[in-house]
DNA sequence: AGCTTATAAGCACATATTGG
DNA sequence: CCAATATGTGCTTATAAGCT
């Protein structure tokens, strides 16, 4: 066995102070030698990864390649390749990702040049007129949350700062796919797989995927469309004091959609959320700064989290995680509880 | 089959931005 | 103001596809 220990950018005061680790993990030798391509390096949630590793991955589901490039040295004199939205020739599509991109908004549009003369290579930036979802390939940020995915209905074309991922036929459609890249799971493995610079789509088709069935792709949509139709409405022309809360709630339940489908024994689940405590989420149209409240260390699911049950009541981490808590302490709590009145 | 051309994926370079 | 870091562009190279 080998001590795996890691300082996170986050961590480096804590390391600093008292050589505090972020992470820390023992791990097989074994592995790192059985093969000249191992990779040397341990994910932080590598319980889940390997929990996830026998079913559907993206590439099962989605066509997943980047956007075109443009020429450049060998571009022809006088050629251009973007302009403006409201140029007259060209095609519309999308060349950057804005910074203040909502994962329910869509990119900045812009004019592009599809002419051979003025590409390098098409791969997926040609349009298609279907919906697909476009991924940046610049993490948007440093830290856990690193992806935003927009919804692209119309299929226009798109350059190589982005990522298309169009459905496959007989597989779950856009709105769906759309939902999982937004999802803490997407997210941590791109977190957990990728360095600072890319989202490399090589590593992103290897995503695990929930397993196909109806009774997951159905609740995912509804919350996907019940988050797309809040956040978009909740402008500050619309908003009442409470709407972005409303927008959180329909947040939280598309992440547990998905979260259920995937299906994680609790314990995996809390271990792969723990991943975005105190972190930004940006482009979500609320503040979202992780999920479990400081002090919560019970293996709570995310959808019994987020239930109005377990938010009424305090005794709630206890009854939901009752293995953590001896029977003694429960019934002194019962006790306590009845003697305050409650229940 | 063997050579030639095309494409995809990741990365390298150049420029921009940030921080001391 | 300079050095370090971040970001955007599009180039390089390995592999796949096409061709004779």
């Given at each position: 066995?080998?001590?795996?220990?890691?300082?996170?950018?986050?961590?480096?005061?804590?390391?600093?102070?008292?050589?505090?680790?972020?992470?820390?993990?023992?791990?097989?030798?074994?592995?790192?030698?059985?093969?000249?391509?191992?990779?040397?390096?341990?994910?932080?949630?590598?319980?889940?990864?390997?929990?996830?590793?026998?079913?559907?991955?993206?590439?099962?589901?989605?066509?997943?390649?980047?956007?075109?490039?443009?020429?450049?040295?060998?571009?022809?004199?006088?050629?251009?390749?973007?302009?403006?939205?409201?140029?007259?020739?060209?095609v519309l599509g999308?060349?950057?990702?804005?910074?203040?991109?909502?994962?329910?908004?869509?990119?900045?549009?812009?004019?592009?040049?599809?002419?051979?003369?003025?590409?390098?290579?098409?791969?997926?930036?040609k349009p298609t007129g279907k919906p697909q979802?476009?991924?940046?390939?610049?993490?948007?940020?440093?830290?856990?949350?690193?992806?935003?995915?927009?919804?692209d209905e119309k299929g226009r074309a798109?350059?190589?700062?982005?990522?298309a991922?169009r459905?496959?036929?007989?597989?779950?459609?856009a709105?769906?796919?759309?939902?999982?890249?937004?999802?803490?799971?997407?997210?941590?493995?791109?977190?957990?797989?990728?360095?600072?610079?890319?989202?490399?789509?090589?590593?992103?088709?290897?995503?695990?995927?929930?397993?196909?069935?109806?009774?997951?792709?159905?609740?995912?949509?509804?919350?996907?469309?019940?988050?797309?139709?809040?956040?978009?409405?909740?402008?500050?022309?619309?908003?009442?004091?409470?709407?972005?809360?409303?927008?959180?709630?329909?947040?939280?339940?598309?992440?547990?959609?998905?979260?259920?489908?995937?299906?994680?024994?609790?314990?995996?689940?809390?271990?792969?959320?723990?991943?975005?405590?105190?972190?930004?989420?940006?482009?979500?149209?609320?503040?979202?700064?992780?999920?479990?409240?400081?002090?919560?260390?019970?293996?709570?699911?995310?959808?019994?989290?987020?239930?109005?049950?377990?938010?009424?009541?305090?005794?709630?981490?206890?009854?939901?995680?009752?293995?953590?808590?001896?029977?003694?302490?429960?019934?002194?709590?019962?006790?306590?509880?009845?003697?305050?009145?409650?229940?």
């Amino acid at each position: 066995m080998l001590w795996c220990r890691r300082v996170r950018e986050r961590g480096m005061e804590a390391f600093k102070e008292r050589l505090a680790f972020s992470w820390e993990r023992q791990v097989p030798q074994c592995g790192f030698v059985e093969s000249a391509g191992a990779d040397l390096r341990v994910p932080e949630c590598d319980e889940v990864w390997a929990y996830l590793s026998t079913g559907r991955t993206l590439h099962d589901l989605a066509s997943v390649a980047k956007g075109l490039d443009h020429k450049g040295k060998t571009l022809p004199a006088g050629c251009w390749t973007v302009r403006d939205e409201s140029a007259q020739t060209g095609v519309l599509g999308y060349a950057n990702v804005n910074e203040d991109l909502a994962i329910c908004g869509e990119p900045s549009l812009i004019k592009l040049n599809l002419e051979p003369r003025a590409v390098l290579s098409y791969r997926n930036g040609k349009p298609t007129g279907k919906p697909q979802v476009l991924l940046n390939y610049a993490p948007v940020a440093r830290e856990a949350w690193k992806l935003k995915a927009t919804l692209d209905e119309k299929g226009r074309a798109l350059t190589s700062r982005f990522v298309a991922i169009r459905p496959k036929p007989g597989g779950p459609g856009a709105l769906y796919l759309w939902a999982i890249m937004n999802s803490p799971v997407a997210n941590a493995f791109a977190y957990d797989h990728l360095g600072k610079r890319d989202i490399r789509i090589g590593t992103m088709r290897k995503m695990p995927v929930p397993a196909r069935s109806p009774a997951h792709e159905t609740p995912i949509e509804q919350a996907a469309l019940r988050y797309r139709q809040l956040a978009t409405s909740a402008g500050p022309l619309f908003s009442g004091a409470s709407a972005p809360d409303a927008v959180k709630r329909a947040l939280l339940e598309m992440d547990a959609a998905v979260l259920g489908a995937y299906d994680l024994p609790p314990r995996l689940e809390r271990q792969l959320l723990d991943l975005f405590a105190g972190v930004e989420r940006k482009g979500v149209g609320c503040e979202f700064r992780g999920y479990y409240p400081p002090g919560l260390d019970a293996y709570v699911p995310l959808h019994e989290l987020i239930s109005e049950d377990y938010a009424r009541s305090t005794l709630g981490r206890f009854r939901e995680a009752p293995r953590t808590v001896s029977p003694d302490v429960l019934a002194a709590l019962r006790t306590a509880a009845e003697a305050y009145g409650e229940e």
